[in-house]
Nanobody
Framework: QLVESGGGSVRTGEPRRLSCVAL????????MGWFRQVAGGEREGVAA????????FYADAVKGRFTISQDTAKNTAYLQMNSLKPEDTAVYYC??????????????????????WGQGTQVTVS
């Protein structure tokens, strides 16, 4: 089970950090990603990382502004979002995958490869 937090309303240009706590057995989890979705839109890959196949990877729209990180001791992942823009407004989801063995660089942004999802947290930038 994944639980996100940290969403809310922020002003343009301000930072925000999202957290994602993984509950239960995470021993075989080797990928985690952050996605976002606007109403009526598809879920979009924002950032992801893999424990053994390189990364992190970022969507072009957030490169240089967002940073994905993990604290394995706390089973927590983070998405640090800086210089937020109104177009970053969305519901943000974290996701994990166990035992992913393919070229992560080619698949990281595909929602279908992840097998656990959080409930989402709304970020509104104005």
């Amino acid at each position: 089970q994944l639980v996100e937090s940290g969403g809310g309303s922020v002003r343009t240009g301000e930072p925000r950090r999202l957290s994602c706590v993984a509950l239960g057995d995470t021993s075989n989890v080797n990928c985690m990603g952050w996605f976002r979705q606007v109403a009526g839109g598809e879920r979009e890959g924002v950032a992801a990382d893999h424990s053994g196949y390189g990364g992190p990877f970022y969507a072009d729209a957030v490169k240089g502004r967002f940073t994905i990180s993990q604290d394995t001791a706390k089973n927590t992942a983070y998405l640090q979002m800086n210089s937020l823009k109104p177009e970053d407004t969305a519901v943000y989801y974290c996701a994990t995958r166990t035992d992913f063995k393919f070229s992560f660089a080619n698949y990281w942004s595909q929602a279908g490869i992840y097998d656990s999802w959080g409930q989402g947290t709304q970020v509104t930038v104005s």
